[in-house]
């Protein structure tokens, strides 16, 4: 059984930084692609990045485009989430996805692994 474990939220002032983790554990996830996506509260669940593992081919939403930074290392099964230049607008609940298999995909119903979030909040 493959579990993701989400790490590294907390309050920061805008304009400041944060690293989020994700350590997966239960398969080797070689092949997987993986994602962050972010809920906040009163609002629907949305991409924020995907790194395909194998060919590393990456992708942002826009709006964390040139601000955030989706990284893996692979000896550790672990996929990182580099954020700066933070906005309380950025303020939600975290998750880390994984896709087995498939491309860097902006759909959350593509990612068949989950984990249970890492809340982040930016104070004006």
């Known amino acids: 059984q493959v579990q993701l474990v989400e790490s590294g939220g907390g309050v920061v002032q805008a304009g400041g930084s944060l690293r989020l983790s994700c350590a997966v554990s239960?398969?080797?996830?070689?092949?997987?692609?993986m994602a962050w996506f972010r809920q906040a509260p009163g609002k629907e669940r949305e991409f924020v990045a995907a790194?395909?593992?194998?060919?590393?081919?990456?992708t942002y939403s826009d709006d964390v485009k040139g601000r955030f930074t989706i990284s893996r290392d692979n000896a550790k099964n672990t996929v990182y989430l580099q954020m700066n230049s933070l906005k309380p607008e950025d303020t939600a609940l975290y998750y880390c996805?994984?896709?087995?298999?498939?491309?860097?995909?902006?759909?959350?119903?593509?990612?068949?692994?989950w984990g249970r979030g890492t809340q982040v909040t930016v104070s004006s």
């Open positions: 790194k395909s593992w194998s060919e590393g081919i990456t």
């Open positions: 239960g398969r080797t996830f070689s092949s997987y692609t």
């Open positions: 996805a994984g896709n087995p298999g498939g491309g860097p995909g902006r759909l959350a119903l593509l990612y068949n692994y």
